[in-house]
């Protein structure tokens, strides 16, 4: 009897810490003050992985050069309606600016209507909102000047001509339609020697990419290049050429991040791939917010403090372009994102 | 235990976590409590909400019911409006065939599940594969721009009566006290009660246990189709994947609200009680820029936590119960 008694004693000590230490949690995370400078927010289509992360260290970069407090909370997948709750938090708590890489392009055009009639400065940035009520969009890269950098980097790989093939992500995606069209046109335009011979798709999987890849290496014994056109594409592209040992028989480039595409860059088997600088984009970003905030204007080309390069602005679409892509090769794989 | 199953202990403890919660938000961050953010904190639970009421029926009918499909009727049902808005037809007609769509979807659950036989968990493992499927068929993976409709159907899901969320107001309290009278108030659900307690029992007293299960799938397809119809009448969007998360929150609010996982016991009131705990952890958390990877952690914790808390409790109760008598 003395023994239960003293399990029961046992739980509910158990119980009771268990409830402090929830409430010591949520006091904790609410211990927050409010800062003089003015607080912008972003929120990533998701958080956890190193792309946006290296978005929020260019965030953060600009945010000390130009005086801002930094805000960077997202769902942990990508969900239009975990979005759309911290943003609609962030509104509530009255940031100066509040923005989003969208996981819809429409659905948050409601919060940003509601952000505008509170003084809120709503804006985009590396994945666009619809509507009249964006203050500002900050865009990588356009999708020619991508899909242009790519076929020239492949056909710098393959000497300009010869058979290529190109292993997409998913056959409905926007983006990547929209990129492999403009690829085909370089093609025709300038390197009428490169023939494509054929396009699969491999979803958002490395070991379908490896696969399907591995597939088109039978099926054309004389394929000179392999294109992936998503990050996850071109690492799996790379693992079946490594595998088939093909590797500087066959070049594989695409559109993909250092972390991704590093070991196969280190042992020669891709030589470059393209895509933008993360931490630019964050960076470009946080400078165009300021400049919001402060009401100063926008020029159609701009000198931002600590970038290379000029920026344009768009007007008509309140939209700043960070520039050309980056072409990722082995001066620069160590980049981390 | 009340005689239709309904137990106080748990709800008086949810409403002791709601209010202790909020508090200590407030503790920390004043500002929460405003009807701004109460306003949002309502918002952002009602179609969970929603879904975990369908949910509890499920679950309460017992035989291992459960329905994981909820979140991919959610983003079938809102996909299909947003198809039927394109082709212009007017939006109560849109709604109301999307409405009758959502019947069907749980109608195959419920046949998969008491005309077949399948067990429920893996009938709508499948369900849930197919309807997703079926979403991203329809709309080729790409997102249905809803924001050019009929201000009267953004409404639905933007608006607002009295001051509080049109939603609210009009359709989840409505179908809270529909519910709540269903499960406590009704010979159906009675017997979904005694279904879910005792399946033979039931049958011998001339309850057809199947088909009072079945009706709760169709309920439940019916709820989630509606919590889809607002979550697309809020974002002025629809997408496949509108609502994936719910499947399982769902069954976390419906466990955590004190409806027992085998059948038999719980109430809609304890699924909305926790519905609210639910709403107020996770808009605060975000609110006060909590790191969103923890906060699924803070939910587990709060499951575990709630049952820690009230077993040494129960215990005491019973045993001084004993005692007295």
């Known amino acids: 009897m003395a023994e239960i008694e003293n399990h029961d004693r046992r739980a509910r000590r158990l119980g009771r810490i268990g409830l402090l230490a929830g409430a010591a949690l949520l006091a904790g995370a609410a211990g927050q003050a409010r800062a003089a400078p003015p607080t912008i927010a972003f929120v990533p289509k998701l958080i956890g992985i190193p792309y946006f992360s290296a978005m929020k260290q260019g965030l953060d970069q600009a945010g000390k050069k130009f005086g801002a407090h930094i805000i960077y909370q997202g769902p942990t997948t990508a969900s239009v309606s975990g979005q759309a709750e911290i943003v609609q938090s962030l509104i509530n708590k009255h940031v100066a600016a509040v923005g989003v890489s969208a996981n819809s392009p429409t659905a948050l055009e409601a919060l940003a209507k509601q952000a505008k009639a509170q003084h809120i400065l709503f804006y985009s940035s590396d994945s666009q909102v619809n509507g009249p009520d964006v203050a500002l969009r900050v865009q990588q890269t356009s ?7 790519v076929m020239d980097q492949l056909a710098k790989a393959i000497g300009g001509k010869g058979d290529v093939a ?4 998913g056959p409905t995606a926007t983006n990547l339609n929209a990129w492999i069209a403009l690829m085909k046109q370089r093609l025709a335009a300038k390197y009428p020697g490169i023939k494509l011979v054929s396009i699969q798709y491999a979803g958002e999987d490395i070991n379908k990419a490896t696969q399907v890849t591995g597939q088109l290496l039978s099926a054309y014994p004389h394929l000179k290049g392999i294109v992936g056109i998503n990050s996850t594409a071109v690492p799996g592209a790379a693992q079946a050429v490594l595998r088939a040992g093909l590797s500087g028989k066959v070049a594989v480039t695409g559109i993909t991040d250092p972390n991704s595409i590093r070991p196969f860059i280190m042992n020669g088997t891709v030589k470059s791939v393209v895509l933008w600088n993360p931490i630019s984009l964050g960076y470009l970003t946080g400078w165009g917010i300021m400049q919001e905030l402060q009401h100063k204007p926008f020029h159609k080309e701009n000198t931002v403090p600590g970038l290379k390069q000029k920026v344009r602005y768009f007007a008509k ?4 372009l960070l520039g050309k892509p980056l072409v990722i090769d ?8 | 235990m009340h005689a239709s199953g309904f137990d106080r202990t748990r709800p008086l403890l949810l409403l002791v976590m709601a209010a202790a919660a909020l508090g200590g938000f407030a503790l920390g961050h004043p500002g929460i409590v405003s009807t701004q953010n109460l306003d949002s904190m309502a918002v952002f639970g009602i179609e969970i909400g929603m879904i975990a009421l369908g949910q509890t029926l499920v ?5 291992t019911g459960i329905d994981l499909s909820v979140g991919a009727i959610a983003g079938l049902a809102q996909v299909i409006l947003g198809r039927l808005l394109h082709l212009d037809l007017a939006w109560p007609v849109a709604i109301g065939m999307t409405l009758l769509a959502g019947l069907v979807l749980g109608g195959i659950n419920a046949v998969a599940i008491s005309w077949f036989r399948i067990p429920p968990i893996i009938a709508t493992l499948a369900t849930l594969f197919g309807y997703q499927g079926l979403a991203l068929v329809l709309t080729g993976g790409i997102n249905i721009d809803l924001t050019h409709e009929s201000p009267l159907f953004l409404a639905i899901g933007q608006g607002h009566v009295l001051g509080l969320p049109l939603q609210l107001v009009a359709l989840y309290l409505p179908l809270l006290a529909a519910f709540a009278f269903l499960q406590h108030g009704t010979r159906f659900g009675r017997a979904l009660y005694l279904a879910g307690t005792n399946d033979r029992a039931a049958d011998l007293a001339g309850l057809r246990a199947s088909r009072i299960r079945a009706a709760t799938y169709v309920l439940c397809g019916l709820v989630s189709t509606i919590a889809g119809i607002v979550g697309a009448a809020r974002l002025g969007t629809a ?5 994936g998360e719910a499947n399982l929150i769902s069954i976390a609010i419906v466990v955590l609200g004190g409806t027992g996982i085998f059948g038999g016991t719980g109430s809609v009131i304890g699924t909305a009680l926790a519905t609210v705990v639910i709403g107020i952890v996770d808009y605060g958390l975000s609110y006060n820029d909590f790191n969103p990877i923890y906060q699924a952690g803070v939910i587990g914790v709060i499951l575990i936590g709630v049952i820690l808390v009230e077993n040494p ?7 001084r119960r004993t005692n007295g008598a």
């Open chain 1, 166 to 169: 190109f292993v997409s992500g």
């Open chain 1, 330 to 337: 082995k001066s620069n794989v160590s980049l981390n994102f």
């Open chain 2, 313 to 319: 409790f129960v215990a005491w109760r019973d045993s």
């Open chain 2, 59 to 63: 679950i309460c009918g017992g035989d």
């Open chain 1, 317 to 320: 679409t309140r939209t700043l």
């Open chain 2, 239 to 243: 997408r496949p994947d509108a609502a």
């Open chain 1, 143 to 149: 999708n020619r000047g991508l899909a242009y950098a």
